[in-house]
């Protein structure tokens, strides 16, 4: 048997392939949208890509279901309560896809979704009564459980997946020999659960023993516990999700339309019109120079989480990158199903130079000349992007707090008047949140240098009590 996990650090997203060696026929679960070391993998080995398999139909990213269809034509198979509008062969519990001595062996396993499945897998050379892992997809994590929490905009509540999910892994999966490898669709980093491990795979018993969420417990206190303390899920999670049923363009047919030179005054026009200008360069780089209005998220972060957050659906967007980086970008922003490119900025930023009446700066400030400038008393409003329960966990007292994924909603509370020192953990998120706050007319922004981390390492003062927030009608 063939067995091999790839895995894609930016999303968090782990997928499978599963081969028989000798009759040269191979399974894919879980496939993320650009599908090429699939086929590298399997024209190496000779293998016919014949199966796609979705454990669920994933919130986070796009999967490459319809892809490894189109290219490879792989047979999509789905949970039996799975509904999508393209030809799928459905599955439930006991059904079995065999080739070679290769055994998958389907368990519905529903709480992180109403259609989760699990996959056993066999190596039949090996045993044909004992799986060699469990491909647990969203239900089961290396040290967590998938959140029950994602879904209630499309009809089905946490309660009641909850209560699916307490199911399927009390009386399934933990009815599994304790030596069965455990090789879920995510690791740490994902938002679709809370604390996951970065072990790229474990085994039932080390989770039996180890995952708080498979402690022995009731029903309800299981229930209070999935759904407590769930980070807030990004916008896009729900597109999605709904995406992953639809027969949707492919990544490659997106691609073509994306990646278009665009001469700046083309841009600039496109821009007026209501475009975005997505500059995806470091924040260093774009707070020394950068095209008036445009938005910036970092390729080197966690760029797709972020774009599909902070980027509008509904508009086009313009890459502006370094040369070379154009197609990530465009590519990076497919995997998650924001298809919104229309081309990218020709010469890159090296296009503004003979343009300086277009070309904007972040100014940015240090820790020490932060703590100097408020000891004056100076007019300024110090706001923290970081999430709520990061600013709780300590945060320069006075600051204001507004989470970087309701920014825009919120950013008429700040006062126009005053210099607004925005700042995050290590200075990714600040530097979105500044090119927001300059995009929405806020002439006087400074970013902080490094973040709390820098401000912290400072042995500048800190407070963790809420109490002592600043609030919004205090600071204008």
């Known amino acids: 048997m063939f067995f091999k996990r790839y895995y894609l650090g930016c999303l968090a997203h782990a997928s499978y392939m599963i081969a028989d060696e000798e009759t040269k ?5 879980d496939p993320q949208r650009d599908i090429d070391q699939y086929l590298a993998d399997a024209q190496a080995n000779g293998f016919q890509l014949k199966y796609v398999f979705l454990t669920h139909f994933h919130a986070d990213f796009v999967a490459g279901h319809i892809e490894l269809r189109d290219k490879a034509g792989a047979k999509i198979y789905l949970g039996e309560r799975a509904q999508a509008e393209y030809d799928f062969t459905p599955v439930k519990d006991g059904d079995v896809v065999e080739f070679g001595k290769v055994r998958l062996a389907v368990l519905e396993t529903p709480g992180h979704t109403p259609e989760g499945i699990s996959l056993l897998v066999y190596d039949l050379a090996q045993s044909d009564r004992d799986p060699h892992a469990v491909l647990t997809g969203d239900t089961l994590f290396i040290g967590d459980v998938g959140r029950p929490d994602l879904l209630a905009s499309i009809g089905v509540t946490a309660d009641e997946l909850a209560d699916m999910l307490y199911d399927s892994l009390n009386n399934k999966l933990l009815s599994l020999p304790d030596a069965t490898l455990v090789y879920p669709a995510h690791g740490a980093g994902s938002m679709c659960g809370k604390q996951l491990s970065s072990e790229a795979y474990s085994t039932i018993g080390e989770q039996r023993k180890y995952n708080y969420a498979l402690q022995p417990m009731s029903r309800d206190e299981f229930k209070r516990l999935v759904t407590a303390d769930q980070a ?8 999605d999700a709904i995406l992953n049923r639809q027969d949707r363009q492919s990544l490659d047919t997106a691609l073509q339309d994306s990646l278009k ?5 083309e841009v600039v026009a496109m821009q007026q019109a209501g475009a975005q200008v997505l500059d995806v360069r470091e924040a260093i780089d774009f707070a020394g120079a ?14 797709a989480t972020w774009c599909g957050t902070v980027l509008d659906r509904e508009k086009p967007v313009i890459v502006l990158a370094d040369e070379g980086d154009e197609e990530e970008a465009a590519m990076r922003l497919g995997r998650i199903g924001l298809d919104l490119v229309k081309g990218y900025v020709a010469g890159g930023p090296g296009s503004l130079e003979q343009r300086p009446d277009l070309i904007a700066t972040t100014e940015r400030i240090t820790s020490q000349a932060l703590s100097e400038e408020i000891a004056k008393q100076a007019m300024l409003v110090v706001v923290d992007v970081r999430a709520e329960k990061e600013w709780n966990d300590g945060h320069i007292e006075g600051s204001v707090n507004i989470p970087l994924s309701h920014l825009s909603e919120r950013a008429a509370e700040l006062p126009s008047e005053k210099t607004l020192v925005v700042h995050c953990k290590s200075g990714y998120r600040s530097s979105i949140a500044a090119s927001i706050l300059q995009q ?3 002439e006087h922004v400074l970013d902080l240098v490094g973040g709390f981390d820098a401000w912290s390492a400072s042995k500048l003062p800190v407070t963790g009590s809420a109490s002592s927030q600043c609030t919004l009608s205090q600071v204008n």
């Open 261 to 265: 030179p665009l001469e700046l005054g």
């Open 440 to 442: 929405q007319g806020f």
């Open 290 to 303: 950068h095209l008036a209005g445009s938005l910036n998220v970092g390729l080197k972060g966690k760029y």
């Open 25 to 29: 026929v191979a399974a894919v679960v």
């Open 232 to 239: 807030e899920a990004p916008d896009y999670f729900v597109h």
